[in-house]
């Protein structure tokens, strides 16, 4: 296995129901299989992360297809990109596993391939597990990521942050990473309704140490939104902390609100 332990960085073995270290620190297994390494002093809040109800909202909104183009197409540049066999691949920010499982589904057919998912919401990476047993989840931090040097083959980050110092860290020379963040014009209409002055989102010209880009697009198209799944969207950006209770009360009574949905995904090569 190539977990760390979270406090000593020593190699995890795993014992039964529980991971050990040499430093003999212990991490018990949970019922639905995934591991705990969010040690207490790296939380930054008591529950870290989404609660039920927004893990449980995002996943009906995944659910209903509207971000199925980018599912798909982030699925399809990871099997062209990484190792034939063995692959192991980790999915950073995982969330309730929507992106994790589809990535999985799509190697299954190879003989050797070993998904990973982390995320800091233990709500998420419980779900996420009980859903999908056969890939390995872990609750930890995306700026701790839990994994020897050199251990994976790639990985993906959805928006989620992480420092360009671990990734170089655990992806193998000439593994790859690919990366979604948001394009120019990505819930425009959202942000109509919010700032008295929309402005585009800034193109983001990344720069990740250790890593060289080898290949850019975006993917966009218009979504159609009901009441609920327009609220679940607005939840789930950081628009949500500015829009006021009028515009929730708006979302919640549209019938079929258009938006827009802009993707930049970039991908990259260790070097």
């Not at 990109?81 to 589904?105: F, K, M």
Request: charged share 25%.
């Amino acid at each position: 296995m190539v977990y760390l332990c979270p406090l000593c960085h020593q190699p995890l073995i795993r014992q039964q129901a529980s991971w050990h270290c040499d430093g003999r620190h212990q991490f018990d297994c949970a019922r639905e299989g995934y591991v705990n390494l969010l040690p207490v002093q790296h939380k930054r809040s008591r529950e870290p992360g989404d609660s039920a109800e927004m893990m449980q909202a995002r996943r009906r909104f995944l659910n209903a297809g509207h971000y199925q183009r980018l599912q798909q197409r982030v699925v399809e540049l990871l099997a062209e990109h990484v190792p034939q066999d063995p692959v192991r691949l980790l999915d950073i920010g995982c969330g309730e596993g929507y992106y994790t499982n589809a990535v999985a589904d799509k190697l299954s057919s190879r003989q050797h391939a070993e998904i990973y998912g982390l995320d800091v919401s233990k709500v998420a990476i419980r779900y996420a597990a009980k859903r999908y047993p056969s890939i390995q989840f872990c609750v930890a931090s995306s700026h701790r990521l839990p994994f020897a040097d050199n251990s994976l083959d790639g990985a993906l980050r959805i928006y989620a942050p992480c420092k360009a110092e671990e990734l170089s860290r655990v992806v193998k020379k000439g593994g790859c990473l690919l990366t979604v963040t948001p394009g120019p014009r990505h819930l425009l209409q959202f942000k109509a309704l919010i700032y008295p002055q929309v402005k585009l989102h800034p193109l983001n010209d990344e720069q990740l140490t250790g890593f060289q880009p080898v290949h850019e697009e975006s993917v966009s198209y218009g979504m159609r939104l009901n009441g609920e799944e327009a609220c679940t969207l607005l939840q789930m950006t950081p628009f949500a902390w500015r829009a006021q209770e009028t515009v929730w009360k708006q979302l919640a009574e549209e019938n079929a609100f258009a938006s827009e949905t802009d993707f930049i995904i970039r991908l990259w090569q260790r070097n």
